[in-house]
């Protein structure tokens, strides 16, 4: 018996003795969705993606451009699920107005703030085609009552036209706050001066224009010349 408890003993002492079993590893983190990470840039446009990303893609788009719709009915998903989630690429869109309607759209847009940007621009391009043939219905004299309007008049009524304000409605913009916004001069002033960086700086010929690492891509104005840059700087 006392040999027993002596062995018993020991091999106690030998357990203790023993390292301690190495943990087992932690389940791998999730991959970050970097496309839920949506900021206002200095610049006056909008970022999607990781600010760190090794390419960093800026479009200069029209909200009354057929490219650009063609863009961001096509390409934009593309680019999104492909190569901003992964966090490699980010995208940031800057508006190019060309005409009132941009104006109002782009303003709209802005107004929604980083959460509704890119949903509210997904949709004023998807539905361009609609919105554009309201202003080819209005009859002359129509057309040129709203040409008479004073700015934020006018930009008032195109943006109830189109419907940029019930589409900004829900978004998170209410009736009060689109009013403020459609007549901020301030806003209409960063629109008109990133339209002036666009063709003084990177030499903007048309629109769609991307700005790949701070050079112009140009020729460039679909995905299928987009996406082979992408792959060649390392995308």
Same mark, same amino acid.
């Not at 060309?98 to 709209?108: E, F, K, S, T, V």
């Not at 847009?109 to 998807?126: D, K, Q, T």
């Not at 309201?134 to 009524?157: H, I, N, V």
């Given at each position: ?18 390292? =301690? =079993? +190495? ?5 791998? *983190? ?8 949506? %900021? ?5 446009? $909008?970022?999607?993606?990781? &600010? ?18 063609? $863009? ?8 999104? *699920? ?17 005409? &009132? ?17 890119? &949903? ?30 004073? *700015? ?6 195109? +943006?109830?036209?189109?419907? $940029? ?31 002036? %960086?666009?063709?003084?700086? $990177? ?13 112009? +891509? ?18």
């Amino acid at each position: 018996m006392r040999m027993r408890a002596v062995l018993a003993a020991a091999a106690a002492a030998i357990v203790l003795m023993m390292p =301690a =079993a +190495a943990p087992a590893p932690a389940v791998a *983190q999730a991959q970050r969705d970097w496309t839920k990470v949506v %900021v206002a840039t200095p610049e006056g446009g $909008f970022r999607m993606g990781n &600010p760190d990303a090794r390419i960093k893609v800026v479009e200069y788009g029209s909200l009354t451009c057929p490219h650009c719709a063609r $863009f961001a009915t096509q390409g934009v998903p593309k680019l999104v *699920q492909n190569y901003v989630k992964s966090g490699r690429v980010s995208f940031e869109l800057r508006n190019f107005v060309r005409n &009132p309607h941009d104006m109002a759209g782009a303003l709209l847009s802005g107004c929604a703030g980083a959460a509704g940007f890119f &949903p509210m621009v997904e949709r004023i391009f998807a539905t361009q085609d609609q919105w554009v043939a309201k202003f080819g219905r209005l009859s002359a004299s129509e057309y040129d009552a709203l040409e008479a309007l004073p *700015q934020t008049q006018k930009l008032t009524r195109i +943006a109830a036209i189109a419907g $940029f304000d019930a589409l900004a409605a829900r978004h998170g913009v209410p009736a009060a706050k689109a009013r403020a916004c459609l007549a901020d001069e301030k806003a209409i002033e960063r629109l008109v001066q990133m339209r002036q %960086v666009a063709v003084t700086r $990177f030499g903007l010929e048309g629109t769609p224009t991307f700005v790949i690492d701070g050079r112009t +891509a140009k020729g460039v104005s679909d995905w299928g010349a987009l996406e082979p840059l992408l792959r060649g700087s390392g995308g």
